[in-house]
């Protein structure tokens, strides 16, 4: 079946830095990912949409100059949050469109800026 | 505009006993439906999803869904619950062209099991 592996799976950073989320679909081409936030027991928020080859699409509200995302390869997405505070520490999910014509998630990086 | 409403937050159940957890959408056209579980600090596993035809839709590890048009509903079903079905439980609708190109999540179902 198809597979999305996500890396780091979490990560501490110091503030002011920035950190870079990876999100790789093993088995199969995706031209189009997702990215998702998720608070302590909360839903997830989707942040942004990534296509394969252009911008990304953000969801209203989400910062694009802050998380900067590039899916430069068919099994390749990134998101870097650049400059991060202890606010933008959060669990962040990915996601591709697969060939069963739903979706796959990564495992998650946990994200905690002290 | 499109939205999940999942009404129980939080559902205890005793291990062997039925489930049955509430989803209500609003959405224009046909739905794109899914159930997802996520166990703590993991993503998320797909349980089964509703694209078209048959309204009754059988997933992974004994779970079941019936999409029932007139009530806007696609409940989550499973006959006996087990111990390490105790996780949070997702519900949500594709939109989009398509149906799939973006998933909209209720705010989730916490799902703990009794022995």
């Known amino acids: 079946g198809a597979v999305v592996s996500q890396h780091p799976s979490w990560v501490i950073c110091k503030s002011g830095t920035s950190v870079k989320i990876e999100c790789r679909s093993l088995d199969f081409q995706a031209t189009t990912m997702f990215w998702y936030r998720q608070f302590p027991k909360q839903s997830l928020m989707l942040m942004a949409t990534s296509n394969e080859g252009s911008k990304a699409t953000y969801e209203q509200g989400v910062e694009k100059d802050k998380f900067l995302i590039n899916h430069a390869s068919l099994t390749l997405s990134t998101l870097t949050v650049t400059s991060a505070h202890p606010e933008d520490s959060s669990f962040y999910i990915c996601?591709?469109?697969?060939f069963g014509y739903g979706y796959t998630f990564g495992s998650g990086t946990r994200l905690t800026i002290v | 505009a499109q939205s999940v409403t999942q009404p129980d937050i939080h559902i205890t159940v005793s291990e062997g006993a039925s489930l049955e957890l509430r989803c209500n959408y609003s959405y224009g056209a046909t739905p794109y439906l899914f159930w997802y579980v996520q166990s703590p600090g993991q993503g998320l596993q797909l349980l089964l999803k509703y694209f078209s035809g048959d309204t009754l839709v059988q997933g992974i590890k004994g779970f079941e869904a019936e999409f029932k048009r007139s009530q806007s509903s696609f409940n989550l079903r499973k006959p006996s619950v087990h111990w390490s079905d105790a996780a949070e439980y997702f519900c949500a609708v594709g939109r989009g062209s398509g149906g799939y190109n973006k998933l909209i999540f209720g705010a989730g179902t916490r799902l703990a099991v009794h022995p």
């Open positions: 996601s591709a469109k697969d």
